[in-house]
């Protein structure tokens, strides 16, 4: 079966960057940020993503654009003879799957909410009546299942046609009506009264917020945040290399999708920050501030039925691209490792993914009891526990290893493909960061991260 490519390289920087952009950027990015100290905190976590999460991200589009495959069969293509690195790719497959089980959740959540905004439910509306909203959302199993299972069905239609016509074209709109809307939603919130404070707590460095959290705290907390942005280490990224042509140098290619995924998280800022403090409301508090807060501010701005609509109509947009672009993933283990036709993989995922994301809906009623992990804990974080502290700092060393090892692919076979084609290249002179600093970073933050999350 000949392999699929993709049309052209904006669809290769719009779907690579669609699958990297998501909640995080729109909720996690801002907190954080106003959190470790404004615009210091972003210079830091700049650097950051410039040494770490740009190497990484070659790494995983030479080892795609190399096989021409999925990370599994990538490694077995590009592995030395009697070496098992493709026994890693079973983990990366499964962190693909877990990932969309709870991001289908959430998606529906944001879904459901565009919904209930576009139809004024939340017009004049006091906290009490947005609380039980959201509480009812969530107490619901019709609501979350249902809502979860229409994105799954969307997703699933999407990537179960051709590459090029269906999942690039989509992805292609998507994310150019994702930039358009938080621009403008951006330059509402720029207009509120009050909103020059909002944009001073957010982009003005402070060292106070440095010397109450200490320099290693804020400086592991942007490190932390420039790694996992970029969904590296579970092969999400790999196989939108195994769909190009050796035209284009990769370091440049990385770099732009990285700008992209960097423009959203800040343009989110500005639209969060200067919202909360024109009406008095603390930033920092995750998920309830999108779902309850925000939606209190909408209820009661000027014109905030249409400028809410787009809110979680870009929020959306942004859970939707990462859901077609890992689920693209899901379907090239099936092509690639079975020879399945793209609708019948498309059709056997979203029926698997579907029957699999119900777990997480119930978890925060019907199973709400099942608290794994430790107390409080919802099936979702277990879920996310594995992917965001096993499987994308695991993986990511992975593919370290194995694109600077003898025993592995080998710098020179990375050096070689990562600088095929015009454009800018990775450095000869960075050989021995990325032999040896590079994964000593990455494996401290495996490490550090597990211990943190049981005993921080």
Request: glycine fraction near 10%; charge should be positive.
């Amino acid at each position: 079966m000949e392999r699929e490519k993709l049309g052209s390289r904006l669809g290769f920087i719009l779907i690579s960057a669609g699958c990297a952009i998501g909640l995080g950027n729109v909720w996690r990015f801002p907190y954080i940020t106003g959190q470790y100290g404004g615009g210091l905190f972003v210079l830091i976590y700049l650097v950051f993503l410039l040494i770490l999460g740009v190497p990484i991200l070659t790494m995983e589009y030479s080892v795609g654009r190399a096989s021409h495959k999925s990370i599994l069969p990538a490694y077995r293509t590009l592995e030395p003879e009697g070496t098992k690195w493709h026994v890693t790719g079973y983990f990366a497959m499964a962190g693909n799957y877990v990932l969309l089980m709870f991001y289908s959740v959430i998606s529906g959540w944001i879904l459901y909410y565009t919904w209930l905004t576009a139809k004024g439910e939340f017009t004049g509306m006091d906290a009490e009546g947005v609380h039980k909203v959201f509480t009812g959302m969530m107490s619901s199993p019709k609501i979350m299942i249902i809502a979860m299972l229409i994105v799954v069905a969307m997703t699933a239609a999407v990537c179960s046609f051709s590459l090029q016509k269906s999942v690039e074209n989509v992805t292609k709109v998507i994310m150019t009506a994702l930039i358009v809307l938080m621009v403008i939603v951006a330059i509402r919130s720029l207009t509120l009264k009050g909103a020059s404070e909002g944009l001073k707590f957010y982009l003005m460095p402070s060292t106070k917020h440095i010397k109450e959290q200490g320099l290693f705290t804020v400086a592991y907390a942007a490190l932390n945040q420039s790694f996992f942005t970029l969904s590296i280490g579970m092969g999400g990224m790999e196989i939108f290399g195994s769909y190009i042509d050796r035209d284009r140098s990769l370091t440049g290619e990385a770099m732009l999708v990285t700008a992209l995924d960097t423009f959203v998280a800040i343009t989110a800022g500005l639209i969060i920050f200067p919202s909360c403090f024109a009406y008095g409301i603390d930033p920092g508090q995750g998920p309830s501030l999108i779902f309850e807060t925000l939606s209190l501010v909408f209820g009661h701005m000027a014109g905030g039925r249409v400028w809410g609509t787009i809110f979680f109509l870009f929020l959306f947009f942004a859970s939707f691209s990462t859901m077609i672009g890992v689920f693209e993933n899901l379907q090239a283990f099936a092509i690639d490792l079975k020879g399945a036709k793209r609708k019948t993989a498309g059709i056997i995922n979203g029926l698997f993914l579907a029957v699999m994301s119900i777990p997480c809906a119930l978890g925060f009623n019907v199973w709400s009891a099942f608290q794994p992990l430790r107390a409080g804990n919802t099936i979702m974080d277990l879920e996310d526990f594995y992917v965001s502290n096993i499987c994308l700092p695991v993986g990511s060393f992975i593919v370290i290893l194995f694109c600077t090892r003898k025993l592995g692919w080998g710098i020179d076979n990375y050096m070689n493909e990562v600088n095929a084609g015009s454009g800018i290249k990775m450095a000869k002179g960075l050989k021995f960061y990325l032999t040896w600093i590079l994964p000593l970073i990455t494996g401290f933050l495996v490490v550090y991260g597990i211990v943190t999350y049981f005993h921080g």
